[in-house]
């Protein structure tokens, strides 16, 4: 059964850094590109950033290129978000995402940047 729990979220002001984790179990994590999602109020879900299985290729949105990192580390089956230089339109919940088979998604991470 596959679960993606996220944590590390929280409140953070304008130009702040904040780290998300989703640990992953239930599938053989280093076979899969993980992806980060995350929603606003009022808005649709939108992909923020991907990291292929072995770690090597990853994509961002571009409103978050320079500012994001995403990571991996396949012995602790764990997808991480490095967030720096955060901004008020970052605010959203944050999502971890396995396309294993059909879509997976954790429970989301709130993630708030205000002053």
């Known amino acids: 059964q596959v679960q993606l729990v996220e944590s590390g979220g929280g409140l953070v002001q304008p130009g702040g850094s904040l780290r998300l984790s989703c640990a992953a179990s239930g599938f053989t994590f280093s076979s899969y590109a993980m992806y980060w999602y995350r929603q606003a109020p009022g808005k649709e879900r939108e992909l923020v950033a991907s990291?292929?299985?072995?770690?090597?290729?990853?994509n961002y949105a571009d409103s978050v290129k320079g500012r994001f990192t995403i990571t991996r580390d396949n012995v602790k089956r764990t997808v991480y978000l490095q967030m720096n230089n955060l901004k008020p339109e970052d605010t959203a919940v944050y999502y971890c995402n396995a396309r294993v088979i059909i879509w997976y998604w954790g429970q989301g991470t709130q993630v708030t940047v205000s002053s």
């Open positions: 990291i292929s299985g072995a770690g090597g290729t990853t």
